[in-house]
């Protein structure tokens, strides 16, 4: 079984400052990471992805997010917010699957980003 | 083509009422994924299709919750004798599934479910 676990449920920051939304997962078997950002009434979009490589990995709209094996963790960051940015903001895991491929997604509870001038 | 698509976007409906909601995956997609949100939490897997066949289904998934995927396109999702607890936002994805490397699952815009 897997889980994820968002440690802020809110994360309130002035535009332009930078960010950190953190998350750990737990897995007894190798995974995939992700983070996704969903806007109000809509579904989910996809940020970034971490498979295997790079532990840095960048995603969309100037969001990257560091994979540490050790710390079993994958948080996200962003150097410098902007109003538009918030939003809820999900940590999601996959398993690996027999060849590779990703299967049913674990999220994490989120995290809302809430940016002010 | 324009990404997953789920209708209706909002339901209201009274308790003890079937509802059934369809999603249409982005085509070429043969892996299918039903999730269901409530408010304050991340998204929890409900079941998930490969083509035709139903693979995997959560416990979350009670007797009352049935799912379909004929022909291996659209799905549908239904609920019988809804409760207040079944108000949720339910959440349709697809990815490639075994065609190539599928890394990433493609979310609809979701169904809103009111039981009143």
């Known amino acids: 079984a897997q889980s994820v676990t968002q440690l802020d449920s809110q994360v309130p920051v002035f535009e332009e400052a930078p960010v950190e939304l953190r998350c750990n997962y737990s897995s007894s078997v190798s995974v995939y990471l992700f983070w996704y950002v969903q806007y109000p009434n809509q579904g989910l979009q996809l940020l970034l992805k971490y498979l295997s490589g790079s532990t840095l990995v960048k995603g969309i709209n100037g969001f990257e997010a560091e994979f540490n094996k050790s710390q079993t963790s994958f948080h996200l960051r962003k150097p410098s917010v902007h109003i538009s940015d918030t939003a809820e903001y999900f940590c999601?895991?996959?398993?690996?699957?027999?060849?590779?491929?990703?299967?049913?997604?674990?999220f994490g509870t989120g995290t809302r980003l809430q940016v002010t001038l | 083509d324009t990404g997953v698509s789920q209708d209706p976007r909002h339901k209201i409906t009274k308790r003890g009422q079937n509802v059934t909601f369809r999603c249409d995956p982005i085509?070429?997609?043969?892996?299918l994924y039903w999730y269901r949100q409530t408010l304050g939490q991340g998204p929890e897997f409900l079941t998930y299709f490969q083509n035709e066949a139903q693979l995997e289904k959560s416990r979350l998934l009670s007797d009352r919750f049935s799912a379909e995927r004929p022909k291996g396109s659209f799905s549908t999702l239904e609920i019988q004798r809804t409760e207040q607890g079944d108000s949720a936002m339910y959440l349709c994805?697809?990815?490639?599934?075994?065609?190539?490397?599928?890394?990433?699952?493609?979310f609809g815009q979701g169904t809103r479910l009111t039981v009143v």
């Open positions: 994805a697809s990815s490639l599934g075994d065609r190539g490397s599928d890394t990433e699952a493609f």
């Open positions: 085509s070429e997609h043969n892996r």
């Open positions: 999601a895991v996959s398993d690996q699957g027999n060849t590779g491929t990703a299967s049913k997604l674990t």
